[in-house]
């Protein structure tokens, strides 16, 4: 392990009930300053605005962004692309469009849509002629989904045709939207004199693309919103983060350094939301770094056969892509008999030897073993990133190994733009998150009543820096709440590991004190119990009135594992883990319903929605734990 992968502490004290200030101890190399909050071989480009035209002087001609063909009623095995140049004729197009269709200066304007070239064409033409983009999750729910719209006050929204009708049913008289622009009308048949009478004004995406007209850019300032991004949230109205270009730029600066090694010959296939910081946070990576990022065509159920199409090297992701991908491995190797699945599993054993005590990563003969498995990614992956949740370190040494790339995780949120913590190339363990970017300094603060103490290295953690928002859209008792003087108080409980580490124990909100006073971590019992075979997604239950953990396990349907046979197994991996035994699961209720955005039990972000799983299945689950005999 480097010198780089361990925290590093501010001299100044600390005040009671804290811990000293924690800083990155890789700001040395990039910035003599407290934080580093621009590129440091392009400390001009303060804005996202800036960073396009920069990256155009370097490669106006090279690929930049592409998309999947579809052509004659079928998806083509190519991508087209546009470079610097092409992209930013577009960009103007659509920008001047709005100057005459929508005048104003920092007018919100909505996108609806999932990862498409249209998108980020939108998002750009708005920070280049001073608009302000209000991503809308497809998946938001309309309830939310038409909050958002009149809480930003969005009178116009660039929308995917598929959700227009959806739109149009869950409208009310009183909402603010006046104009729809469909911006796939043209790959899509889509009927505009059906709604010819309707109060919303209809208008093709081309209009904006084929607009005559050229005014002036408006460019932005630092300090100028790049974005509102509305939280996902478990309960209550989403959150609207007032994103700035300034925190854009630090946290794609300092992001930067995982990818020191990426060209202009290096690539990434976008398909987590857009309208999720994780990835927006990539893409401004991507364009600093990076030569060429393509779309996937909108159905995860192509990802596969997309992924070996482009190519990338590089693959942004949460927990639950890559635990499909492990499960998805798995089923062939058993599928291939006993010997096959015994030289899988002693050539993984030897591959974790070898990255754990002689720090090598390539041995030619075991990496044979797996080369059939990274051609299903395309074959040149060399460096992945997972966020979202955090990813326990039996999934992260697997995919390392199986797809023979470099697997780093981090941690962030959308007030944080990002990733404020994150583990460097030199730190091969698992089990942490890292320690804090260069953008970033953090603490740690005592929660006496759950008893997690500074003095023991636990606490709820605090992050300021220029990564931070100042502020909620319009609701300034929710930054009253959350933002105290210049710190953000993430809500996130962390210790720090013995190797010098941060690592997270779980939200707040989501540990739990069962009935005999004893406190549980859901986040690091669900990382671990999700690990036992046949478990596709895992909610662990448990309160004030249980007297025992009991758990929903969602099985493929082909599953014939039963209840006692999972609590079995369960027990088992507790055994491993040195668990305490109220963290032991005594019930299981089985389910093939998977925990989706489509039924309202995930976020679009892929976390549980812990109160609505609970409402769904508390008959079952009270019913599990009667019956439980010790």
């Avoid at 063909?69 to 920008?95: H, P, T």
């Avoid at 990614?377 to 460096?383: E, H, L, P, S």
């Avoid at 448990?542 to 046979?565: F, H, N, Q």
């Avoid at 549980?608 to 019913?623: F, N």
Wanted: glycine fraction near 8%; charge should be neutral.
């Amino acid at each position: 392990m480097g010198a780089d992968a361990s925290l590093v502490y501010d001299e100044a004290d600390n005040l009671p009930e804290e811990s000293k200030i924690m800083r990155s101890p890789t700001l040395n190399k990039f910035s003599k300053d407290r934080f580093q909050s621009r590129f440091p071989d392009a400390p001009q480009v303060g804005t996202l605005y800036d960073l396009l035209e920069y990256t155009k002087s370097i490669a106006p001609d090279l690929p930049f962004y592409g998309h999947r063909v579809y052509a004659n009623g079928a998806w083509q095995n190519e991508f087209k692309s546009l470079n610097r140049v092409e992209f930013c004729g577009i960009r103007d197009a659509i920008g001047s469009y709005l100057i005459k269709n929508c005048p104003g200066i920092n007018r919100n304007i909505g996108i609806l849509s999932y990862n498409r070239m249209e998108w980020v064409e939108v998002q750009h033409a708005c920070y280049a002629y001073g608009y302000i983009p209000v991503p809308i999750y497809d998946t938001f729910g309309w309830q939310n989904m038409l909050y958002i719209i009149n809480f930003a006050h969005l009178t116009h929204v660039f929308i995917i045709s598929t959700k227009v009708e959806q739109l149009l049913q869950n409208i009310t008289d009183d909402c603010v939207l006046t104009d729809l622009i469909v911006i796939d009308a043209e790959d899509k048949p889509f009927d505009f004199s059906k709604y010819e009478n309707h109060r919303i004004n209809f208008h093709k995406f081309s209009e904006c693309v084929e607009f005559p007209d050229r005014y002036p850019c408006r460019p932005p300032q630092p300090d100028t919103p790049a974005f509102i991004m509305f939280t996902s949230g478990t309960t209550g109205n989403p959150k609207g983060c007032v994103v700035t270009h300034e925190n854009m730029i630090s946290a794609a600066a300092t992001a930067g350094y995982w990818v020191y090694n990426f060209s202009q010959n290096d690539s990434m296939l976008s398909y987590l939301p857009l309208a999720h910081i994780f990835e927006a946070c990539m893409h401004a990576v991507g364009m600093k770094v990076l030569g060429y990022m393509g779309f996937y065509s909108g159905s995860l159920s192509r990802i596969t056969e997309e992924f070996q199409i482009f190519k990338p090297t590089a693959i942004i992701g949460v927990t639950r892509v890559f635990e499909r991908i492990q499960e998805g491995i798995l089923s062939k190797v058993h599928a291939k008999g006993k010997f096959a699945e015994f030289v899988f599993k002693k050539a993984m054993s030897l591959k974790m030897f070898s990255i754990n005590h002689l720090r090598c990563k390539h041995i030619p003969l075991i990496d044979s073993i797996f080369n059939p498995i990274k051609e299903a990614t395309g074959g040149r992956v060399k460096f992945i990133v997972g966020g979202g949740s955090a990813m326990g370190g039996e999934l992260q040494n697997f995919i390392r190994i199986a797809l023979g790339c470099d697997v780093i995780q981090g941690y962030g949120l959308t007030e944080t733009t990002g990733p404020c913590i994150a583990q460097t190339y030199t730190d091969y363990l698992t089990g942490n998150v890292g320690v804090p970017c260069a953008c970033a300094e953090c603490k740690l603060r005592s929660v006496s009543d759950m008893r997690y103490l500074v003095e023991n290295g636990e606490g709820e953690l605090l992050v300021r820096g220029p990564g931070v928002i100042k502020s909620y859209y319009n609701n300034e008792e929710e930054t009253k709440s959350n933002f105290e003087d210049d710190w953000f108080k993430t809500g996130d409980i962390f210790k720090v590991t013995k190797t010098g580490q941060l690592s997270v124990i779980g939200r707040r909100k989501e540990i739990i004190k069962l009935s005999q006073g004893e406190y549980v971590s859901i986040q690091k019992l669900t990382s671990i119990y999700s690990t036992v075979p046949g478990v596709v997604q895992i909610y662990i239950h448990g309160g004030l009135t249980s007297r025992y953990l009991t758990a929903v396990v969602v099985t493929d349907i082909k599953c014939t594992t039963t209840e006692k046979e999972f609590v079995d197994l369960f027990n088992q991996k507790a055994i491993e883990y040195k668990l305490n035994g109220f963290e032991k699961i005594k019930g299981v209720y089985i389910t093939h319903e998977e925990f989706s955005t489509s039924n309202g039990l995930l976020t679009p972000s892929m976390k549980l929605r812990r109160k609505c799983i609970e409402d769904r299945y508390i008959h079952e689950l009270e019913k599990v734990e009667s019956s439980i005999v010790q």
